[in-house]
């Protein structure tokens, strides 16, 4: 599988879990890393001259796929640990010790009328385009 290919998010369960249209047919393996892109892309132009430099895609966020089938994967956004159940008082440092940390996948902003289950960049929708990486 060519590593520019494009493929699609197919599906939007929640804010941190998708469905694209690549699977093992596709050469994805579970681990692989994508960026979704903005669909709209930013033209660059010279202050001096307003010549177009360029255009780029702007990214939205990135998945890893975690569960790969024939024609399509389940991805999830990256997890983070979430500390932030530690106590305020020193005294109470033992309960902290004794709870677990939480793991939490992070969140990106997603078109709420695409779940099915505020930036400069739009949110992720079904049919975004998305280039493993």
């Known amino acids: 599988m060519s590593d520019n290919k494009e493929f699609k998010i ?16 596709d050469g994805i393996e ?5 960026e979704i ?7 660059i132009k010279d202050p001096d ?5 360029g255009s780029y895609n702007a990214e939205k966020g990135h998945i890893f796929a975690k569960q790969v089938f ?14 932030s159940r530690k106590p305020i008082m ?9 709870s677990k940390p939480v ?15 505020g930036t400069e960049t739009e949110p992720v929708k ?3 385009v998305i280039k493993k990486i």
């Open 10 to 25: 197919a599906k939007i369960v929640n804010d941190f879990t998708f469905f694209i249209n690549a699977g093992e047919k």
């Open 90 to 98: 020193p005294a109470f440092e033992f309960l902290a010790e004794r």
């Open 30 to 34: 579970p681990g692989d890393e994508f």
């Open 70 to 83: 024939d024609k399509y994967s389940v991805c999830k956004t990256k997890t983070y640990t979430d500390d």
């Open 126 to 128: 079904v049919g975004d």
């Open 49 to 53: 001259t307003g010549e177009v430099l």
């Open 103 to 117: 793991v939490r996948y992070e969140k990106l902003e997603v078109n709420m009328d695409e779940i099915t289950g």
């Open 37 to 43: 892109l903005q669909s709209r892309k930013t033209e």
